[in-house]
T-cell receptor, first 115, second 111 residues
């Protein structure tokens, strides 16, 4: 149980284009979903928290107009990186909570490379 | 500001050589401390949650313990398949479910 699927696992795009990443909880309803960013040899940095049906809460320093988050259902959240630039290249990971007390279950991550 | 510091940054062990990883934390009221395992290019895999000082949890060769200032992840007789980065995270009391992660300890177990 507690499986979180993230898609795509790897994406390459041209500078200026937008990229959408999906995060699905497959066997439980996720009341809250989280989006993280991880640079090599660095810790996971929380970008935003989203609750189903409401606006996402962004961490300080994260541009909400650049990183659009939609949590339309209890099993799906999406992160759209708009007008991507090379500095947006990173490893993006989602997690979902709500299946067990306080525990976040993570997707496999998405490697984004912006050329 | 909540902070998590993990040490060592990297650890190399021979198969069967037991050791411990450290996670020191400062948090404004601990709600929970979490240990995850992360393989290269993958998302973190949940291992343990600890909620109060003195609590211990075990899973196969891993045992996690918690004090008021730090947590240890003890690895007994490790195998090469235990090689991974081990992440520690804390969650503070209050309304937010936010996790604050340390940078991790990269463990390599040589056969």
């Amino acid at each position: 149980g507690a499986v979180v699927s993230q898609h795509p696992s790897w994406v390459i795009c041209k500078s200026g284009t937008s990229v959408k990443i999906e995060c699905r909880s497959l066997d439980f309803q996720a009341t809250t979903m989280f989006w993280y960013r991880q640079f090599p040899k660095q810790s996971l940095m929380l970008m935003a928290t989203s609750n189903e049906g409401s606006k996402a809460t962004y961490e300080q320093g994260v541009e909400k107009d650049k990183f659009l988050i939609n949590h339309a259902s209890l099993t799906l959240s999406t992160l759209t990186v708009t007008s991507a630039h090379p500095e947006d290249s990173s490893f993006y990971i989602c997690s979902a909570g709500g299946q067990s007390r306080d525990i976040q279950y993570f997707g496999a991550g998405t490697r984004l490379s912006v050329l | 500001e909540d902070q998590v510091t993990q040490s060592p940054e990297a650890l190399r062990l021979q198969e069967g050589e037991s050791s411990s990883l450290n996670c020191s934390y400062t948090v404004s009221g601990l709600r929970g401390l979490f240990w995850y395992r992360q393989d290269p290019g993958k998302g973190p895999e949940f291992l343990f949650t600890l909620y109060s000082a003195g609590e211990e949890k075990e899973k196969e060769r891993l045992k996690a313990t918690l004090t008021k200032k730090e947590s240890f992840l003890h690895i007994t007789a490790p195998k090469p398949e235990d090689s991974a980065t081990y992440l520690c995270a804390v969650q503070a009391q209050g309304g937010s479910e936010k996790l604050v992660f340390g940078k991790g300890t990269k463990l390599t177990v040589n056969p």
